[in-house]
């Protein structure tokens, strides 16, 4: 498939893993990316903190230029959870507020630009790697899977929650980066804080906070058995990554999980080197996790003979639909 | 003629929800508190969103523009898909910051600094400038612990994953055009 | 009141929902522009454009037509052929050079009384924007007759014969 | 003296003048019982004789077309003057038929339409002329009307015959009731009657079998690549207008295949024929949602001009609004 | 229909207009002498022989002055203009019966609501008020007299549920000496009350005070019980329905079997009962629903049965250890019809627990330690699958820390907007059976406590003299992971604000409730098309009206009770059960209905059959008569919505009270004021 690409700041540079790891799998899964010609910044959670017109208009360029430059596609992905919202939401707000589409439209004729609200389907990579290529094209592609890599799957906030466009199964407990990672041969443990807040911006201006959250996640992520926590967003792989030495350092700690992208275990599990993906660049050292990736599938214990319940046993579970 | 349900001078309630997009809700809040309790710096906060939705209804305006707790919001987004009553929680964090800016009352600076330092980059280049931004806020608002930071900012380095000069990018002239005009636009909406 | 011009609305409300909010807004004192005059039929699935037109014709300027909500009709689904004869219809008008503010659908539960006054004063606005309808009645004709003029009588030129 | 007989054409396309001939032997009971006084498609008799005449003297005068000119106006007004019975023949007289749709436009539209389209060659954009000069002397057009009108909307009438034209055999009937009460056989019908048609729709004639009415679709008869022969048009997607429709014909269209078009005009005690075509195609569209009830909307592209084809002229709203405001 | 012209009507009838000042209410917006007099004089030529203004025209005295008139005027119609017709349309159509004349020859003008009320521009609203009473006089005109249709009602009635709102309508109707059918979906009387253990606030047992209306609804020689039975299809109208019931096999002979239990002994398969134990408790393939099922006889899950599953082979251990003759395992039994003729329906059919896995934020289904209010009411049960101990999901331990989380999934736009109206008071309820049974902390994380019901609020003190705790503040998630490094693995975390004291807290439990709120039967939509009655949005069956009627329903003879029509405790379903069965036997006593005369007619002699209409009804009225090829309206079945009447290509159908002639006759009065003169120039003749 086809899709206008909306790299962001941060996959240019701190998130540059995250680039190279799609361009490098991008044949594989038949995913044809076309970048915005001269993009600028979205404003993160900080312009529209300070001028909400102008934040609107800022992305509003964005989705101006990609209206204007679209070939024979009208899906706009992005790899970071911030752009991505910041894409939807300004289209989602002018496609609901009639006062405000009027307004950006406004600013943009000063920049000789116009936007149609809801022209473009805004979807983050995660989405359509899920959702358009499917698990199935995925797991064709696999050449050597992640045997014995034990992953949790971490989505963060700004993906799945508001999740304008009702993308996902849950805004809580969603599964498709599970689904995914399993298409790759890993095991992904169940944990509960896989959308819970990696501290966001606040380890820059309150890393305490941060860090009490960073903590909670990493930990949450070893208590599970995690050899890896695995993300779609910088902000989330930097939080957690770079800032899980300060923190260490903060709680007198020494945890040591590494986090990934979700793109650079695809490649991996498609036989690119990891160099091509980028691993190496990120703060705690992901090889120790990755030696343990077997070529063989683990032995999974055959499930238990059904028998009466006898008294003394446990009350039955929920089943879940 | 208007029909009577809209009256009077316009409240702060009804500033706030005129300055947020959309169908925000604002005057159903039902105090339950799961946004303060959904909050991952509810903590730290000096008013959990439930008591500052009470103080804006109860029209405490300097009190409400003065309190540290839109600056702790991380847009995660929890308590505005927990609502009960669908109110655009996280949007309405943005209005009070803005509000709180252009008000100028926010009474610790670092954290509108912050923002508005990242703004500064992005009209200036059009693109974020991260080792801009850290040192100039650092070196504004926790000279001290910049030292301590240091190890981090050079090992991003190392890795290639922090540029020391900012990109500009190509439309910039036409970018600054279109920000000049939406900020003059701004009042429009409110 | 100013010499504003001052449309005159007629509204067709179902028994049950839309009348109802319109009681509600009198009871609740909401106040709205006095140019609608409401009709009670039992369901908008009784409005029979016949209705619409005859009211057009006869000097309304625009007619309001309110029924339940969807899925809210007290007869089950008859709202929905209300929605159904006002899509047409409004089709149809546009033929006849009658602006689609002029009919108006909407829906109003019984509870909803300050909505009702609001689509109210929102359509007595759109519609004193659009001016008179004055839809003219059968008025025996003046000949005049386009690009004709009797004062200048042309000389029938060879090549045109 | 036998009394008298006349028959008038005013803006209608002579189909009717037609159909008054096609009741084959029919018309020599005419001959034999009345005397024909004016009748400008059968015989030459001059507008100063009529108005020559006396009021009255007249006993029957069949009048088809609408009023679309001063001249169809003026011979209205002096056929009411001079008939005893005014009859409204024909589609036109009674509810504008085709012509009638020209009030969806204004006058200028029409000469647009009529003088400068593809098919004419008018470089100079010329328009007829209610007068012009020509060496013998002034030649002079009567002037187009704003709007079509119908006679009822001009002069009072008598009796009403629709259709487009009156079915012959329908006409003979009218004719052997107008026959016997000149003998003195029969009554004169009350005022204001309709002569000549059935009390009820086409459906009541048709022989199509007919069910519960789901329309998902709406076609025009050519994007139909097979049609039942037994089964309700509406019922395969056809925009018929039978159940609104007065009978009388027999369902003559139906019977080959062809929808209804409704030229015997509203059914009894109707108001409004295209208002109640409306009402009764929309209630059974099997759809709720907006966008889901337009998909089938679509399958109509001009509904004033099915729903109106020929009752416009006669219909509540009558005309566009342009051409009615130019009317004043 | 008429053939009179509106003029010479007007010129035979003698009409009264009344113009009501409601005190001040009307007369000091409108200018009601004015609107008097206008009528008096311009309407003149309309058949208006009098108007009058008068203070209050509803009031004994304003009735007795148009009965007066009627008398001594000879008024052969009456205008009344002054509050809404929805307040005072009978009171004036009643004064015009007692003095003679139809009831539906007089008509309301609203200018309390609609002018009064609503304007402040005097002038405008005199203005107004004037447009509205001249189009009450046309419409007036074309008023016919109509006659009340009349029904005979069939004495037996329907029942629909066997929860304790549907035993109580059942016992009213058949203790009054008429027969009733009560069908019940699931194997046995009791609904969802026989799955609880104590009942608020009098803490009764709640089996205690339901087996004994079971066994007398079971015994009952006037009720014929039809169980693990359906309700598939309802012709006909008030007085007058055929109702056909699904019965589902039960393979078991009813007739033949004594309820032994033996077959339920014996059967090897046990499955989780997610059903009548809400699925924390087993049951057999073969199964009571519970121990005091009414009827007394099992029912065989062919789902879980071994010999179904093994494609009717094997097992079959209750055929076997039967010990009646004939064999009561009926292996071979096929669903049946019966068909039913009642006069009247109640629907009891009571609603669904709300699925809290929708929630995951509460871990339900996540988190062994999260349970259901359902399931907490089973574990209390003496009779339940812990034979009344409260324990975790391990089934031994008892909680020391249990929090019970209130409106899990109503008063939450998110899922329902709702109150369930009863969540507080169990709530409360479960809180004090936790405590009395493991002596635990209990936290009660409420929005509202909501007690409004006798000795509800006194609950709630006891309660809390229990030492219960309560935090104000709807709970954001329930979490097994500790945040902070003090915080102590292997318990549940409840994250909450403290909204009375402003803070976050999180605070540890081994067990959580989840208070679930109360929904409609997932198959509501359905049932209620069966019985042609509306669902509101949320989807609870609508009443005829929300504060006058909250027991009947748009279509005659059909009765709601309990929890289909909205979220209710115990005593009031019982109440509304009762209700319902005083509204049917009152039809009963009648032995015949008046129905209002607002109904469709097909004028046979225009309608050609063209069967636009057919599909119209959602009520089913209209029928087609092949022989005489006619549309034809079932007088009895139609409620006059009078869609068919608008959308008649043929105008053959008549809607009484809101004609044609009526509604157009009406708009040339509302807008004679601004109306064109229509002119035609003068014919000489």
């Not at chain 3, 000097?59 to 052929?81: F, M, R, S, T």
């Not at chain 4, 909307?153 to 008598?158: G, K, L, P, T, Y």
């Not at chain 4, 009830?293 to 709203?317: E, M």
């Not at chain 5, 304007?119 to 405008?124: L, V």
Request: charged content about 20%; aromatic content about 6%; overall charge negative.
């Amino acid at each position: 498939m086809k899709a206008l690409f909306y790299p962001g700041c941060s996959m240019q540079r701190n998130a540059r893993p995250y680039l190279d790891s799609l361009l490098a799998i991008r044949a594989d899964i038949g995913l044809e990316l076309q970048e915005i010609d001269d993009w600028n910044c979205c404003g993160a959670t900080e312009y529209m903190s300070v001028h909400r017109v102008a934040a609107h208009s800022l992305i509003g360029r964005n989705l101006a230029l990609a209206q204007a430059q679209a070939v024979d596609t009208d899906v706009l992905t992005a790899g970071c959870s911030a752009c991505f919202l910041n894409l939807s939401k300004t289209d989602t707000q002018m496609r609901e507020d009639a006062k405000l589409n009027g307004t950006v439209n406004e600013a943009l004729a000063a920049g000789g630009l116009h936007y149609d609200a809801g022209s473009l389907k805004v979807r983050h990579l995660l989405d359509l790697v899920c959702h358009d290529i499917g698990y199935d094209a995925v797991k064709a592609r696999v050449v050597k899977p992640l045997y014995g890599l034990k992953v949790a799957a971490y989505y963060g906030c700004q993906v799945v929650r508001p999740d304008y466009d009702g993308r996902w199964d849950s805004h809580e407990h969603p599964t498709a980066m599970d689904t995914l990672l399993r298409a790759l041969g890993a095991e992904v443990v169940d944990w509960s804080l896989k959308t819970q807040c990696c501290g966001g911006h606040m380890s820059v201006i309150g890393p305490e906070v941060a860090f009490g959250l960073i903590r909670r996640l990493i930990h949450g992520a070893a208590e599970a058995g995690a050899d890896m926590v695995v993300t779609l967003c910088p902000m989330c792989q930097l939080n957690l990554d770079a800032y899980q030495v300060e923190m260490n350092k903060h709680f007198h700690t020494d945890y040591r999980v590494p986090v990934l992208y979700f793109t650079q275990l695809m490649g991996l599990a498609f036989g690119k080197s990891a160099k091509e993906l980028g691993i190496g660049k990120e703060f705690v050292d992901a090889t120790p996790a990755l030696a343990k990736i077997q070529a063989e599938a683990p032995k999974v214990a055959e499930a238990k003979r059904r028998r009466r319940p006898k008294p003394g046993d446990g009350l039955p579970m929920p089943r879940m639909e | 003629m208007t029909a009577a349900t809209i009256s009077g001078p316009k409240d702060f309630l009804s500033e706030v929800m005129a300055a947020t997009p959309g169908d925000n809700r604002l005057n159903h809040c039902i105090q339950c508190g799961s946004c303060g309790g959904s909050c991952p710096s509810g903590a730290e906060m000096e008013h959990t969103p439930r008591r500052l939705f009470a103080l804006i209804r109860a029209g405490e305006r300097k009190t409400v523009l003065m309190s540290n707790a839109p600056w702790y919001c991380v847009s995660c987004y929890y308590c505005t898909v927990r609502c009960p009553q669908n109110i655009h929680i996280t949007d309405v964090m943005y209005t009070l910051k803005a509000m709180a800016i252009q008000a100028g009352l926010y009474h610790d600076t670092s954290l509108p600094d912050f923002s508005e330092t990242f703004v500064d980059y992005v009209e200036k280049y059009g693109r974020s400038f991260e080792l801009g931004l850290a040192t100039r806020f650092n070196l504004r608002h926790h000279p001290l612990s910049l030292a301590g930071m240091a190890p981090l900012g050079l090992n991003m380095l190392k890795r290639g994953r922090i540029d020391l000069t900012p990109h500009r990018i190509e439309g910039m002239a036409q970018l600054s055009a279109i920000l000049e005009r939406a900020k003059s636009l701004e009042g429009v909406l409110a | 009141m100013t010499d504003q011009f001052e449309p005159v609305i007629i509204g067709f409300t179902c028994n049950w929902c839309s009348y109802r909010a319109a009681d509600l807004a009198g009871t609740a004192r909401i106040k709205y522009p006095p140019n609608v005059r409401l009709i009670r039929l039992m369901c908008s699935g009784r409005l029979d454009p016949t209705f619409v037109l005859k009211a057009l014709s006869e000097g309304a300027d625009g007619v309001l037509i309110a029924g339940c909500h969807p899925g809210e009709c007290h007869y089950l689904e008859q709202n929905y052929k209300a929605l159904r004869r006002h899509r047409l219809m409004q089709r149809t008008l546009a033929q006849f050079g009658i602006e689609p503010e002029r009919v108006r659908l909407t829906w109003a539960s019984a509870a909803e009384g300050a909505k009702f006054a609001e689509d109210i004063t929102e359509m007595v606005e759109q519609v004193r924007k659009l001016g008179p309808l004055n839809w003219p009645a059968n008025l025996p004709t003046k000949p005049v007759p386009v690009g004709m003029v009797a004062a200048e009588i042309p000389v029938l030129s060879e090549e045109v014969a | 003296m036998k009394p008298k007989f006349a028959m008038y054409w005013a803006a209608a396309c002579g189909g009717c003048e037609i159909a008054v001939l096609n009741i084959d032997e029919k018309v020599l009971d005419l001959d034999a019982n009345f005397e024909v006084a004016f009748w400008p498609a059968a015989m030459d008799v001059k507008y100063k004789e009529v108005e020559a005449m006396e009021d009255e003297s007249i006993l029957v005068t069949l009048f088809n077309g609408g009023i679309r000119t001063d001249e169809n106006e003026h011979m209205a007004k002096l056929l009411r003057r001079k008939s005893k019975l005014l009859v409204a023949f024909g589609s036109c007289a009674n509810e504008g038929c085709i012509p009638g749709l020209a009030n969806l436009g204004t006058r200028e539209s029409i000469f647009d339409c009529a003088f400068d389209n593809p098919s004419t060659e008018n470089p100079a954009h010329l328009r007829p002329q209610i007068a012009c000069q020509v060496p013998e002397g002034v030649l002079t057009l009567p002037p187009l009307q704003a709007v079509v009108r119908t006679l009822d909307q001009v002069v009072e009438v008598d009796y009403h015959v629709p259709g487009c034209p009156p079915e012959s055999h329908q006409i003979a009937a009218v004719l052997d009731v107008l026959i016997a009460v000149v003998k003195g056989e029969a009554e004169l019908p009350p005022k204001g009657a309709v002569l000549g048609a059935g009390d009820t729709s086409v459906c009541d004639e048709c022989p199509r079998s007919r069910d519960v009415k789901h329309i998902d679709k709406l076609s025009r008869i050519q994007e139909l690549p097979v049609l039942d022969t037994e089964v309700c048009l509406l019922e395969q997607g056809l925009m018929c207008s039978g159940p609104a429709t007065r009978s009388g014909c027999n369902s003559r269209c139906p019977n080959v295949g062809a929808p209804c078009i409704g030229c015997y005009g509203a059914a009894p005690g109707v108001l409004d024929q295209g208002a109640r075509l409306m009402a009764a195609i929309a209630s059974v569209i099997d759809a709720k949602e907006p966008e889901a009830i337009d998909r089938v909307l679509d399958g109509l592209p001009d509904p004033a001009g099915t729903f109106y084809r020929f009752s416009l002229a006669h219909s509540l709203l009558r005309a566009n609004r342009a051409a009615l405001a130019e009317q004043e | 229909m008429t053939d009179k012209t509106q003029q010479e009507r007007a010129g035979e009838e003698r009409i009264g207009v009344y113009v009501c000042h409601c005190g001040s209410n009307i007369a000091g917006v409108v200018n009601v002498e004015a609107v008097a007099k206008f009528a008096a004089e311009d309407l003149k030529d309309r058949g208006v022989v009098l108007a009058r203004d008068y203070t209050f025209m509803c009031s004994v005295a304003g009735q007795e002055l148009i009965e007066q008139d009627i008398h001594e005027q000879g008024l052969t119609r009456v205008v009344v203009a002054a509050c809404s017709p929805h307040l005072h349309e009978k009171t004036f159509r009643n004064v015009c019966e007692r003095s003679g004349i139809n009831p539906y020859l007089s008509e309301m003008a609203s200018i309390r609501e609609h002018v009064a009320w609503v304007h402040t521009d005097k002038a405008a609203a005199t203005a107004k008020a004037k447009a509205i009473v001249n189009g009450a006089v046309e419409r007036v005109l074309k008023n016919e007299p109509l006659e009340a249709i009349r029904v005979p009602i069939d004495a037996a009635t329907l029942v629909v549920g066997g929860g304790i709102a549907g035993l109580q309508a059942a016992l009213e109707v058949a203790e009054a000496g008429y027969d009733v059918y009560l069908i019940e979906r699931e194997a046995s009387l009791g609904g969802h009350m026989a799955q609880f253990d104590k009942t608020f606030p009098t803490l009764d047992c709640a089996a205690c005070i339901l087996t004994p209306k079971m066994a007398a609804v079971g015994s009952h020689a006037r009720i014929h019980l039809f169980t693990w039975s359906e309700v598939e299809k309802v012709e006909g109208f008030v007085g007058n329905y055929t109702v056909t019931v699904k019965k589902k096999p039960r393979y078991v002979d009813e007739d033949v079997c004594t309820g032994c239990g033996i077959c339920v002994e014996k059967c090897p398969v046990m499955v989780v009962d997610e059903n009548f134990e809400a699925g924390i408790g087993y049951r057999k393939a073969i199964y009571w629903p519970f121990a005091q099922a009414v009827p007394n006889l099992p029912v065989l899950d062919p789902d879980t049965c071994t010999y179904f599953i093994g494609g009717k082979g094997g097992c079959k251990a209750c055929e076997i250890f039967c010990p009646t003759v004939p064999n009561s395992i009926l292996f071979d039994q096929k669903e049946e019809r019966v068909s039913l003729k009642v006069g009247n329906i109640i629907l009891a059919t009571g609603w669904d627990l709300f699925n809290a896995r929708r929630i995951p934020q509460y871990g339900y289904g996540r988190l062994a330690n999260v349970f259901t209010s359902l399931e907490l009411e089973r574990m209390c049960n003496a009779a339940g699958p812990t034979s009344g101990r409260v324990v975790l999901r391990d089934g031994q331990t008892a909680p020391k820390a249990v929090g019970i989380v209130h409106c899990v999934g109503s008063r939450d736009r998110n899922y329902n907007g709702y109150c369930s109206a009863i969540c507080c008071m169990q709530s409360l309820k479960l809180a004090h059976l936790v405590k009395e049974r493991t002596g635990a902390e209990v936290y009660n994380f409420y929005i509202d406590i909501r007690t409004p019901g006798k000795e509800y609020d006194e609950f709630y003190l006891r309660v809390m003299d229990e030492g219960v705790h309560f935090v104000r503040g709807k709970v954001a998630e329930v979490s097994d992971v500790p945040i902070a490094p003090s915080e102590e693995g292997g318990k549940l975390y409840v994250q909450v604000e403290d909204t009375l004291a402003g803070l976050q807290r999180r605070i540890p439990v081994d067990m959580v409730v989840l208070s679930a709120g109360l929904e409609p039967r997932h198959d509501s939509a359905e049932v209620g098309k069966t019985f042609g009655i509306a669902c509101s949005t949320n989807g609870w069956f609508i009443e005829k009206h929300a504060k006058m009627d909250p027991i009947a329903t748009m279509t005659e003879g059909v009765f709601v009770a309990g929890c289909a029509q909205g979220p209710k405790d115990i005593p009031a379903s019982v109440s509304q059960g009762a209700a319902a069965a005083a509204r049917v036997l009152s039809h009963i006593r009648q032995g015949e209905l008046a129905l209002e005369p607002i109904r469709a007619s097909v004028l046979e002699e225009q309608c050609s059959g063209c069967r636009i209409c057919n599909g119209l009804c959602p009520f089913n009225a209209i029928s087609f008569v092949a022989e005489r090829k006619v549309s034809e309206i079932n007088a009895a079945l139609c409620q006059g919505c009078g869609t068919c009447v608008a959308a008649c290509p043929a105008g053959a159908i008549q809607g009484s009270g809101f004609s044609n002639e009526q509604v157009l006759a009406q708009i040339e009065g509302l807008l004679r004021d601004v109306a064109q003169p229509v002119t035609r120039e003068p014919v000489t003749a």
